[in-house]
C-alpha cells in the first residue's frame, strides 16, 4: 500500500496536516512514538499547563479574591494530587480527541519511531524492536522540538529537582522555594503556577528583560505586576552552572556584564532556557536533508526540503515555536499538496503568555518599528478606566495598538490583561484584512466588555478615545 503522505509526528501541526489532508482526498499515514498523539503540546505541554495554570489561578483567587467581591469563605486547602489528576483528564481527552480524529478521517496511524530512509520511504521501529517500511509519495517531518538546556552549561536534569516543563507539570509535592533560570514563556507560565501554589519563585534571566522580543512596555509592565504577587527577578544574568545539592539544587549565576558569582539555592530548579529542533535518529543525514546552522530542517516557501518529496513544518523549521503556527503550516502543506495554493501570513501569528494577567500579541512591537525605521502611531487604554473591568476587579494591564502614520493601517496590537488571549484575535482578523485603527475604532462593541478597550485604543490611535 502506497500513502500519498506520510507524516512522522502527530503534534499540532503533524495531527492537523494529515486530518486537512484527508479531508482534501488523499491517503493519509502518520507515525508516533508515544502512546498517545498530540505531541509536546497536548501531552506535556501547552494543554497540560494550561489546566494548571487554570486550576493554580482558581485556588489563588479563593485564597485572595473572593472577599472584596463579598464572598467570605474560609482558606482554601489544596489537593495537589486532584488538581493533577484534573490536568491528566484533561490531556486524556485531548489525546483521545485526536485518535477520534484519525479514526473518522481513515487515517492509519503507526505506532513507533519512524525514520526516512529514502524519499518515498519511512521506516517504523515499534517499542518491542519491530520494523515495518511504509511507501508515501510525500513525506513530512512534524518531529517538533525537544529542551535545549543551558547552552554551554552541563546540566543533569532528573525531572524531580532539576526539571523541565516536563517535570514543572509533574511535582508531588509544592516546593518551598522554585528557581527558574530563563524568563520567557514556560518560566513564567509555570512560574506562575508554583508561586500561586505557595512556592518562593526566584527567576534568573539573562537578558534585561523578561519576555524578549515582546513589545518593551508590555515586558515591563508585566514584570511589576509578577513581583507584586511575589516573584523575585534576577535579570541580566547569567546562569553558569546548576547543580544537585544535598537538599535541592544551586544555581550560579553572573552579572551579564561581568562581576561576582552569585549561588542561590533552592528545593527545585526549572530549567526553560529554550527549545531545540527534534531531528535526532530521522535519517536526515542519509537521506540527504539539509539543516540550517541553528539546527532547524531547511525549507522553501513550500515547506519542501532540499530533498524531492520531503517536507518539514512546525517547530522542527524556522519560526515561532507556537502550536498555532505550525498547525496553520500543516494547513498550508495539505493544500499545497492536494495541489491548492496553502499560505501562512507570517505577519500575523498572535502569541499568547496564560499567566494572570495574561500578555497577548501580534504583529510589530513599538521596537521593531523603530528599528525597522517606520513611522508610527500609538493609542492605548488601560482597563482602570473599562466598566466590565471594574465590576471583576480586573483593572490590571492595557491595550495597545500601533498603526502606520500615514496610512492609519494596524502594524501591531498588544494586551496585559484578563482575557488578553481572546481578545487579541479581533485585532489579528483586523490586520489579516489590512484594516486601519480607524476601522476598528468604530466598529460597535458590546457594552459591558473587556473588549471595549480594544475599540478604546483604537479610537486613540487615530483620535481620541471617549472613555479617558
Ligand atoms: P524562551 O525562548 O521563551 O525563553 C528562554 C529564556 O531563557 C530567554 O529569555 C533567554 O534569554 C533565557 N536564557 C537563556 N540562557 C540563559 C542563561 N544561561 N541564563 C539565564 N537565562 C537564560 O523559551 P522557553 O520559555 O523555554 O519556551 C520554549 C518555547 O516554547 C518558546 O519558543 C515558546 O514560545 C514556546 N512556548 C510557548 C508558550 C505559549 O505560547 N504560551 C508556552 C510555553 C512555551
Redesign the pocket.
Known sequence: MSYDVIIIGTGPGGYVCAVKAAQLGLKVAVVEKRATYGGTCLNV??IPSKALLHASEMFHQAGHGMSALGIDVPAPTLNLGNMMAHKDATVKSNVDGVAFLFKKNKIDAFQGTGKIVSAGKVSVTADDGKVQDIEGKNIVIATGSDVAG??G?QVEIDEKTIISSTGGIALEKVPETLIV???????L?LGSVWSRLGAKVTV????DTIL?GMDGEVSKQFQRMLAKQGIDFNLS???TGVEKADKGAKVT?EPVKGGDKVTLDAEVVLI????KPYTAGLGLEEAGVTLDNRGRVEIDGHYKTNVDGIYAIGDVVKG???AHKAEDEGVALAEILAGQHGHVNYEVIP????TQPEIASVGKTEEELKAAGVAYKVGKFPFTANGRARAMLATDGFVKILADKETDRVLGGHIVGFGAGEMIHEIAVLMEFGGSSEDLGRTCHAHPTMSEAVKEAALATFFKPIHM
Open positions: 505541554g501547552c543551558i547552552p552549561v533560570v530563563g524568563g520567557g514563556v514556560i518560566g507560565e534568573v534571566e539573562y537578558l524578549g544574568a547569567k546562569v549565576f526553560a532556557t529554550g527549545r515561532p515555536m507556537l502569541s499568547v503568555v496564560y
